[in-house]
């Protein structure tokens, strides 16, 4: 279990989903995964945007050029 996991997934949604439900069970409850370029490119905005509608808590920060990154609590 960690304490923090870190998605730089490749853009598409596909890709993007599979590491989340690959990594995701890998997170400590109360844990924190973050994901990388949520804003700007649909695969990432998009499994947020279904992980949000679950119920998970989380929040998003600008970064330069746009990227983002969004953070979850497992």
Do not use: W
């Not at 304490?3 to 109360?30: C, M, R, W």
């Not at 490119?41 to 969004?70: A, D, N, Q």
């Amino acid at each position: 279990m960690t304490d923090i996991l870190f998605i730089d997934a490749g853009h598409t949604y596909e890709l993007v989903k599979n590491d989340v439900s690959q990594y995701q069970p890998l997170g400590s409850p109360g844990g924190l995964l973050i994901l990388h370029d949520t804003i700007q490119h649909e695969g990432p905005r998009r499994v947020v945007l279904e992980m949000f509608e679950k119920g998970l808590k989380s929040f998003t920060i600008t970064t330069s050029y746009g990227s983002g990154v969004t953070i979850f609590q497992c």
